[in-house]
Nanobody, 119 residues
Framework: QVQLVESGGGLVQSGGSLRLSCAAS????????VGWFRQAPGKERELVAN????????YYADSVKGRFTISRDNAQNTVYLQMNSLKPEDTAVYYC????????????WGQGTQVTVSS
């Protein structure tokens, strides 16, 4: 079983930065992709960014392009989300998740970490 643990959330002023980490543990971790999702109160969960474990290709939602950067450290089984130029609308609980195949659902989820951006 794979466990994902997020860290790095917190309270930051508008325009500030945070770096989230997602550490994987358990059996050998070799997913197809790892994604960062977020869910704000009263809103649906949305995919913010993801990264292919092999090759490192990335995807970003339009709302975060140019501000957020996803990266991975395969040796440490860790995925990062560097968030710059944060806006109040980025306030949400951020989750990392992993999936095992291109067409598969995200199967493994972390517990989430709160990011709050004050204006």
């Amino acid at each position: 079983q794979v466990q994902l643990v997020e860290s790095g959330g917190g309270l930051v002023q508008s325009g500030g930065s945070l770096r989230l980490s997602c550490a994987a543990s358990g059996r050998t971790f070799s997913p197809y992709a790892v994604g960062w999702f977020r869910q704000a109160p009263g809103k649906e969960r949305e995919l913010v960014a993801n990264i292919r474990w092999s090759g490192g290709s990335t995807y970003y939602a339009d709302s975060v392009k140019g501000r957020f950067t996803i990266s991975r450290d395969n040796a440490q089984n860790t995925v990062y989300l560097q968030m710059n130029s944060l806006k109040p609308e980025d306030t949400a609980v951020y989750y990392c998740a992993a999936k095992t195949g291109f067409a598969s659902q995200y199967r493994y989820w972390g517990q989430g970490t709160q990011v709050t951006v004050s204006s």
